[in-house]
């Protein structure tokens, strides 16, 4: 898989050359000129340490969300959602990075292969127990998880059939929402620990809408702002995905 940088045209269509014919890949960039690398493993491994770890080891009764007392499988499936999401967050930093993406396209490649099935098992965990969790915000969970799984699903489907530059498009909306929880726990930290007083209605359901549309319009922006540049057509996949 690649999380291509190219125009929103398919490398092999009509009237585009071959991949043969392409230009090379771009020589990749040390990590400190691409200043969000840092950062984003950074939020990433943030993230996961006071999310995930505080389930490693604590039994059921203790766990920071309990079981529910009317669905049985209410918690496997949410130690099931939170480990392969923790996955699938730590592929997708390793799909957006453009030296591995370039120099290590196996790498690339093989992160790609973990990142969907996560992606999808997790979703799907994730879609089941909405119901059951806290009425609030429950809508927008649920949007942003089932366009998750579509994101990643079509940009799966067109590396497949070695449309690039609509992997390249739908794998950032799926990095965007993948990315989506961070901001629900950053905002719940600033509020809390500077005591601001707000309704947890508002709280709630801001925690899982703000974070996805915003990382959407960003990538959407991002788009539009590189999309002259040339499809760029991963290492070895000339002859297929």
């Not at 269509?13 to 950062?39: D, E, L, T």
């Not at 990095?175 to 726990?185: K, Y």
């Not at 788009?223 to 002259?228: E, G, I, N, S, V």
């Amino acid at each position: 898989m690649s999380l291509s940088i190219g125009e929103d045209r398919r490398p092999d269509g009509p009237g585009q050359p071959p991949p043969s014919a392409q230009a090379a890949s771009p020589a990749a960039k040390p990590f400190w000129r691409r200043p969000w690398i840092i950062p984003l493993w950074a939020v990433t491994a943030a993230f996961l340490w006071l999310q995930a770890v505080p389930f490693v080891g604590t039994p059921e009764a203790e766990a920071p969300i309990p079981a529910h007392e009317g669905f049985a499988a209410y918690y496997p499936l949410l130690l099931t959602h939170i480990a392969l999401g923790t996955v699938a967050m730590v592929a997708c930093c390793l799909q957006v990075w453009p030296r591995i993406r370039q120099r290590r396209p196996k790498i690339h490649r093989i992160s790609g292969r973990i990142y969907v099935p996560a992606t999808v098992v997790s979703g799907i965990c994730a879609i089941i127990i909405i119901p059951f969790a806290p009425p609030v915000g429950q809508i927008g969970a649920f949007m942003s998880t089932t366009l998750w799984i579509i994101t990643t699903l079509v940009g799966f489907w067109a590396v497949r059939r070695r449309k690039f530059a609509l992997h390249r498009r739908f794998m950032l909306y799926s990095f965007a929402l993948v990315m989506n929880n961070v901001w629900g726990l950053t905002m719940s930290k600033i509020i809390f620990g500077f005591g601001i007083q707000i309704d947890f209605v508002y709280l709630g359901e801001a925690a899982r809408w703000v974070g996805w549309t915003v990382n959407l319009m960003v990538v959407q922006w991002f788009l539009y702002r590189t999309m002259k540049r040339p499809v760029e057509v991963p290492v070895g996949q000339a002859a297929g995905a």
